[in-house]
């Protein structure tokens, strides 16, 4: 369960995210609540005044007897995926609705309207409401496929402006003041509003998440030594500078099926893009000594 907030100067909003859905409450502040920790593992008595707790996971319905929270009806199901900010008193959310993403505002928090409907390179994924100062943003992104498109509004959503996004399209993004920052697997990247070119500010090493380049990926490798218990192989590759894995390591159906769970799974290792021929090398020659011993 994930939990978001947002406050104005009378009004706590929470937004929380379940495997059943979303549901968004909204309470006056000053007012005394109970919270659940870790599963309820404890429970603690607060008195809420400016600061909420930081790691919050409770179930709305905890809350509804204690601090007479309201929910405010979602009206598109079970699933938000958008959360929800607040802009002068206004609640705004987003969603994917096919090759599209709309975003709905209520004022009420009973009714709700449309304020956008844009076209959108996927047709699923992630979007949210962004807002900055008086200016709304709304970004949409597809990490399946790559795909990202933002929008800026100036007058709380009654007209929208394309954004111009980086490359690679970025996973992240969000503005800041008259910057707006974008970050990809790749790169951090920074723009001055109104400027047509994006500077990288932060390269991060590359990941290769296209489904067309998977032949450029490093697998890992799982194995055993015929004689030699996979924990011991991998204490002894351990002793020698090697970090691997021993067991199912969540596998379990596929260890199982090999027959191996009783006799200690498998070995795991993997390479990485910063691995040499060398280190491997030398893997291999670690492994020789192990299996001949």
Not at 134 to 144: E, I, S, V
Not at 235 to 262: S, T
Request: charged fraction near 15%; include cysteine; aromatic fraction near 12%.
């Amino acid at each position: 369960m994930i939990i978001s907030r947002e406050q104005d100067a009378s009004r706590l909003f929470l937004c929380s995210s379940n495997p059943a859905g979303y549901s968004t409450i909204i309470s006056p502040l000053q007012t005394e609540f109970f919270y659940i920790y870790a599963q309820n593992l404890f429970i603690m008595k607060k008195n809420f005044t400016n600061t909420f707790p930081a790691i919050v996971t409770f179930l709305l319905c905890s809350l509804s007897a204690i601090a007479q929270w309201t929910e405010i009806p979602i009206p598109i199901g079970a699933s938000m995926p958008g959360g929800m900010k607040l802009l002068n008193g206004n609640v705004y959310t987003s969603y994917y609705s096919g090759f599209r993403v709309k975003c709905i505002r209520t004022s009420d928090y009973i009714h709700w309207s449309q304020i956008a409907e844009l076209p959108a390179t996927s047709s699923f994924g992630t979007s949210r409401v962004i807002p900055d100062g008086q200016h709304l943003y709304l970004f949409a992104f597809n990490r399946t496929q790559q795909t990202a498109s933002a929008w800026k509004s100036t007058n709380e959503g009654q007209n929208w402006q394309l954004v111009n996004l980086p490359s690679p399209r970025p996973g992240l993004f969000t503005p800041v003041g008259d910057v707006l920052l974008a970050a990809s697997d790749l790169a951090v990247q920074r723009i001055v509003n109104g400027s047509a070119t994006w500077n990288i500010t932060l390269t991060t090493p590359q990941r290769i998440w296209d489904m067309k380049r998977l032949d450029e990926r490093v697998s890992t490798v799982s194995f055993t030594l015929e004689g030699k218990h996979p924990n011991e192989v991998a204490k002894q590759l351990g002793d020698a500078g090697f970090y691997v894995w021993d067991g199912h390591y969540y596998a379990l159906a596929v260890v199982e099926r090999l027959g191996l769970l009783d006799k200690g799974g498998m070995i795991r290792v993997g390479a990485a893009h910063y691995n040499t021929l060398a280190e491997i090398e030398s893997f291999g020659e670690a492994l020789q000594k192990i299996a001949g011993g």
